[in-house]
């Protein structure tokens, strides 16, 4: 038999009112803080992500779907969207049209991880990304827009844990004092961690390794070894997010990897759903931008992981009860009005949803069918009601039935 997939996942239409709820409540939290939706191709060229994500990083090192087509042009399917996002502002010259550009998307990624609980390889994200302005209150903001969605979900057992990464000038000199640290202990660390210590020591602090751990458990921390604006800047991020009462912890041990990350970072961090437990990551990258492009526009965004937040809810116990509902049932009783049954439905389609049966089941049969559809009237249509022009309509919420003039059906 032919299956989706391993790691990929049908959404079928029991799943979709989790699915519709949760991004009706992204659009208007999006729409509060005046977020526009951008929506851009599943694929790019290679070397976006490659320039934009950093060739050291687990997703462009071991994760992309990249494939030659066939003409030659190395693609990829999206890992993440900033890339893109900024591609996009770039070449549509968004960031000359408007000093500050507020986007939000909802999309499918890619990534060929190990598939486990909470992890896919086609996954959905939801996220927002600011563009022209080095204020610490859109960090605030971002901050503030991620926890107020996870709120509005329900969800209850997350922590919003940030941290500071400064400007490169003093990550640069701490990147120093790390090493200088780690040199003796170089043959201690995980083989992984010894080629991070060359490609990007910050991540020696993600290392799940226990002795890794151990060792990063002394090292200097870069919030100790900060600049005075960097500090400047992430004091006032602390009270914007204190002033707008949203509860969080400083982990000097956030990194989260990315080379074009500066000051804030953040994770909104769930307690529901077992290992894979950021629902949400996010941060400043002041450096992106020239990175891929010619000019200098600083960004700070988030995404946040669809399918992680939703089994969040499922065990929280906060996915919304779904009642299946309709307007009209159309009940034939007797097999050869189908026709004319077929011509009530498409009239009452102007207005309502409706529907009947197509299976030639017995009058009990559809009664209980309009049961499951939770049909809120059922519309008899048959005998010598239908003779003289009329059906018998019955309310289903009390019972109640009277015959209506099929010429007035609206
Ligand atoms: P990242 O872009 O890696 O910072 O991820 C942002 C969020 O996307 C994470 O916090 C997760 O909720 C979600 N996410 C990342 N990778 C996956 C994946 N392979 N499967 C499901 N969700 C993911």
Redesign the pocket.
């Known amino acids: 038999m032919l299956k989706a997939i391993t790691?990929t996942k049908d959404i079928l239409p029991i799943d979709i009112p989790n699915w519709n709820n949760l991004e009706g409540i992204v659009h208007n939290a999006m729409n509060s803080f005046n977020y526009n939706e951008i929506r851009t191709p599943i694929f790019e060229e290679t070397r976006l992500f490659s320039r934009g994500i950093g060739e050291s990083t687990d997703?462009v090192g071991k994760e992309m779907y990249t494939f030659l087509d066939r003409s030659e042009t190395s693609v990829t399917l999206k890992?993440?969207m900033t890339a893109s996002v900024v591609r996009a502002l770039l070449e549509h010259s968004l960031d000359k049209q408007f000093q500050l550009n507020k986007l939000f998307y909802i999309s499918p990624?890619f990534?060929q991880?190990r598939p486990q609980a909470?992890?896919?390889?086609q996954?959905h994200?939801f996220?927002a990304e600011a563009l022209g302005s080095t204020s610490p209150a859109l960090d605030a903001e971002m901050i503030l827009l991620a926890y107020n969605i996870l709120k509005s979900l329900g969800l209850t057992n997350f922590v919003v844990k940030i941290n500071s990464l400064g400007i490169p000038s003093s990550r640069e000199n701490y990147k120093n004092l790390l090493k200088e640290y780690l040199a003796d202990k170089l043959n201690d660390l995980s083989e992984e961690s010894k080629k991070r210590y060359e490609t990007n020591i910050l991540r020696l602090f993600d290392s799940k390794d226990k002795n890794d751990i151990k060792i990063m458990e002394h090292a200097p921390l870069l919030m100790e070894h900060l600049d005075e604006e960097s500090l400047e800047h992430f004091q006032e991020v602390k009270q914007m997010l204190l002033s707008a009462g949203v509860p969080f912890e400083v982990d000097p041990k956030l990194v989260?990897g990315l080379d074009y990350y500066t000051h804030t970072t953040f994770?909104?961090v769930s307690g529901s759903v077992g290992s894979?437990s950021?629902?949400?990551?996010?941060g400043r990258y002041d450096l992106l931008v020239k990175q891929l492009g010619e000019r200098d526009v600083p960004g700070v965004g988030?995404?946040?992981?669809?399918?992680?937040?939703l089994l969040a809810m499922e065990n929280e116990k906060v996915l919304p009860e779904v009642n299946p509902k309709i307007d009209y049932y159309i009940v034939r009783l007797e097999k050869e009005l189908n026709k004319n049954v077929f011509e009530i439905a498409t009239k009452l389609r102007i207005e309502n949803s409706v529907e009947f049966d197509y299976t030639q089941r017995s009058v009990k049969a559809q009664m209980r069918e309009a049961n499951r559809l939770g049909a809120e009237k059922v519309l008899m249509i048959g005998g010598e009601e239908y003779e003289r022009g009329m059906a018998v309509l019955k309310i289903m919420a009390d019972g109640s039935q009277e015959e209506i003039e099929l010429a007035e059906l609206k």
């Open positions: 790691g997703i890992p993440e990624m990534r991880e909470g992890r896919f390889r996954f994200q996220g989260r994770e909104l894979q950021a629902l949400c990551g996010g988030f995404a946040a992981g669809i399918e992680r937040i």
